[in-house]
């Protein structure tokens, strides 16, 4: 404003803005949308922020500013020394102790290139994470010159080195894993080494890997006592839950092939699931010796002993 040019002070005023990014604009549709909002800012630049937020009336806090938390800020930059009569003027660096905001994004213009700096809240912010950030930001800026029209939802955060530290560098998850090891003793094993660890979370309900490992095998028994073995199909109707879990886990020990039969199909393709069960029809592995047989229980009955199997609980 030319009516404060001669005048000594720090006359500015916070500009608060918002940029919608509905739709998943361009990048050249983005900066047309950033132009008209800086534009219509700009309009209005002499209301001081302070009635801005006496109008918005913002839910306020001592932890964070008012209306924002991100601020932006662009400089040019001034002559580092100059001369007066008897005397010579230099900037200094200032430090800062403290931030008002989250973020600031601090711009200068230096003619041949714009530098940057970025000042933020050690209480929310790591330095680590703030340099990935700016790194970031490097990236981003760089997609937005280089594909002008790509839209702004698939533009990279990411550059090569550090997307394949994180899809590969980080997913390096390769262990040695018993081939020849079946599933249900693998739950064994963890329930052995780990019984008290959780093994399964339904709609509020839990069990512990021991407490599953236990009523798994009363299922098992139950189902051996009823006939199941090898090549014989189980008919399992059981909405998702944790009984569900039990009740492959003890067919699994049997040991048997589970045939859902949900409890919420039409009844008519529950009872077909339970008929092919009772006809083996799928049910045990291919070519088994035996060929294939099948069993529908409703519960377990009484614990039978069962060689190499854990006596029911």
Known sequence: RAEVEPLIGFFVNTLAMRVQLDGAPSVAQLLERVKQVALGAYAHQDLPFEQVVEALKPVRSLAHSPVFQAMLTMNVASEQSQQLPGLTLSGMEQSVGATKFDLTLALLDQGEEIGASIIYASDLFEASSVARIGSMLVTLLCAMVATPQEATSRLPLLDAAQRTRLLDSFNETDCAFPEQA???????????????????????????????????????????????????????????????????????????????AGARRRPRRGGGAVRRAQRGDGGGPAGHPEGGRGLCAARPAQPAAAPGLPAAG
């Open 182 to 260: 079946t599933i249900h003793n693998l739950f064994a094993a963890q329930a052995q080494a780990q019984p008290e660890a959780p093994a399964v979370v339904c709609e509020g309900r839990y069990l512990s890997y021991g407490e599953l490992e236990r009523r798994a095998n009363q299922v098992a028994h139950g189902l051996l006592a009823r006939g199941a073995g090898p090549g014989v199909a189980v008919a399992l109707c059981v909405e998702r839950s944790v009984e569900m879990v039990v009740g492959l886990l003890g067919i699994l020990k049997a040991p048997g092939g589970a045939r859902p």
